[in-house]
Nanobody, 125 residues
Framework: QVQLVESGGGLVQAGGSLRLSCAAS????????MGWFRQAPGKERELVAA????????YYADSVKGRFTISRDNARNTVYLQMNSLKPEDTAVYYC??????????????????WGQGTQVTVSS
């Protein structure tokens, strides 16, 4: 069982930056692939970024490539999402997710078993 707690959301003006953090419980964090999802009102949840167990591989949705960076610190059981050049369309609840992995594959087709409670990100124009 893994528990995930997100932090770092808030209100920011367009063009600004935020860094989300997700702290995970447990002693096997390095065995889990991690992802950041978001869901805006009236829209489906979408994968924003994912990172492999080791942190050596990452995936980004086209809408955030070049603006967002996912990273992880396995010693701190934490995954981060650095969000730069934010746009109003980035407004959503952002969720951290985890799943036990047995390889470093990090494609968008992978499922996730554990979810955080979400943190609101609002970007004003």
């Amino acid at each position: 069982q893994v528990q995930l707690v997100e932090s770092g959301g808030g209100l920011v003006q367009a063009g600004g930056s935020l860094r989300l953090s997700c702290a995970a419980s447990g002693r096997t964090f390095s065995s889990y692939g991690m992802g950041w999802f978001r869901q805006a009102p009236g829209k489906e949840r979408e994968l924003v970024a994912a990172i492999s167990r080791s942190g050596g591989r990452t995936y980004y949705a086209d809408s955030v490539k070049g603006r967002f960076t996912i990273s992880r610190d396995n010693a701190r059981n934490t995954v981060y999402l650095q969000m730069n050049s934010l746009k109003p369309e980035d407004t959503a609840v952002y969720y951290c997710a985890a799943a036990r992995r047995y390889s470093d594959y990090v494609g968008p087709d992978l499922g996730y078993d554990y979810w955080g409670q979400g943190t609101q990100v609002t970007v004003s124009s």
